[in-house]
């Protein structure tokens, strides 16, 4: 049982990651977004995609 919660924890910190490097791409903070995801996972991830990227 314990395995499995760490996988899971695993899992989230890797979207997190995932998610920080999605927003640089489209010029925005990567740790504010890294941070973001860690609270509110996939529902960040489809606002990092959905979002158009911000002018420099």
Excluded: H
Aim: aromatic share 12%; net charge positive.
């Amino acid at each position: 049982m314990i395995v499995m919660e760490n996988e899971y924890f695993v899992g989230w910190g890797t979207l997190a990651l995932i998610n920080a490097g999605l927003a640089q791409g489209k010029n925005r903070s990567g740790l504010n977004w890294f941070l973001i995801s860690l609270l509110c996972g996939p529902l960040a991830t489809l606002f990092i995609v959905v979002w158009n990227k911000l002018e420099k």
